[in-house]
């Protein structure tokens, strides 16, 4: 098993780095969703590089913790933390969205090491985890099972069902994350379909609540502990984050849900992002569009 002890500005660095690869690997791919993956960013490296268990050298190992990316259109993050923890090479990343790639638009567990289920038709992922944690108890396996759904993805009525199911099992291994960034497809979340009271609501349904920012990463590293430490019943821990966050043009702009920044745009967000002096070491160059 890897292990990973980054302190709290480390991992504020490997965060820098997975926004600079899903900007490239967009810019480079000439599409994607960059916006949800940049919002993603801190949350996935701190469950990668400090949170949880998973060994890079051997995926299958039954008692890793996994991590179901519902929100499957923000790929390029999970791609960008896979990649950095050693499951495959760097220069598959420049492949995003090509012909003949494992790199798809969307997860495929088919297709790559490290990729525990195959998302992007929204709504499917909490059913999933619960599945994957009512087979943990069964085999009497004490890993965690950690999912993160986008706050668009919770107009889906599966989400709810699910969360009813997590909570009647008391499925205390399910962790789900919900990035809540405000913005999805169509719009901002409250005009297209309103959710709010959003805590009340998964309280209502049984879970345990946690609101942090989901751009502090120790707010984000003690939601994790705290969430470990529950029992009896699932998590959900409401980020509160910004779509596109690292590049100041994509910040709140719905353009970046599903469009990649140009040549031009590329080199702007990863100067912003490479500010931070361990990040002017980074030998990661992207090519920018075919």
Same mark, same amino acid.
């Given at each position: ?24 690997? @967009? ?5 994607? #969703? ?16 400090? @949170? ?17 990316? /519902?929100?499957? #259109?923000? *790929?390029? *993050? ?18 995003? $969205? ?10 495929? +567990? ?5 990729? %525990?289920?195959?998302?992007? /038709? ?9 599945? +994957? *944690? ?10 965690? !099972? ?21 909570? #009647? ?12 960034? $405000? &913005? ?8 297209? +379909? ?9 309280? *209502? ?9 989901? #751009? ?23 980020? &509160? ?8 043009? +994509? ?16 080199? !702007?967000?990863?100067? %912003?992002?490479? @500010? ?15």
């Amino acid at each position: 098993m890897e292990e990973y002890e980054l302190s709290v500005s480390e991992l504020q660095v490997k965060a820098r780095c997975l926004r600079c690869h899903i900007i490239g690997m @967009t810019a480079t791919a000439g599409s994607g #969703h960059p916006g949800g993956s940049l919002s993603a960013a801190d949350i996935i490296a701190a469950l990668y590089f400090r @949170t949880m268990r998973h060994d890079p050298s051997n995926p299958q190992w039954e008692d890793r913790d996994r991590l179901v990316l /519902s929100k499957g #259109h923000a *790929a390029p *993050a999970l791609y960008a933390a896979l990649a950095e923890s050693g499951y495959f090479d760097y220069e598959l990343l420049y492949g995003l $969205r090509k012909c003949d790639s494992p790199l798809q638009g969307h997860p495929d +567990m088919t297709q790559l090491p490290g990729v %525990e289920a195959s998302t992007g /038709s929204l709504g499917q992922g909490l059913s999933i985890a619960n599945g +994957m *944690a009512l087979a943990g108890r069964l085999d009497r396996k004490d890993y965690r !099972v950690y999912v993160l759904l986008g706050d668009g993805e919770v107009d889906e009525g599966q989400v709810w069902e699910a969360a009813m199911a997590g909570s #009647h099992y008391r499925l205390d291994r399910v962790i789900a994350i919900l990035d809540r960034n $405000r &913005q999805q497809i169509d719009g901002w979340t409250e005009d297209v +379909m309103g959710l709010e009271p959003l805590a009340d609501k998964w309280e *209502a349904f049984g879970w345990h609540v946690l609101e942090i920012d989901g #751009h502090d990463m120790e707010a984000i590293l003690h939601a994790f502990s705290q969430a470990q430490q529950v029992e009896g019943q699932p998590t959900i821990i409401i980020a &509160q984050t910004i779509k596109g966050k690292g590049a100041s043009f +994509m910040e709140h702009n719905l353009r970046f849900h599903g469009n990649a920044p140009n040549r031009d745009e590329m080199e !702007v967000g990863l100067g %912003e992002i490479r @500010t931070d002096e361990r990040c002017k070491s980074c030998k990661v160059q992207y090519p920018g569009p075919c």
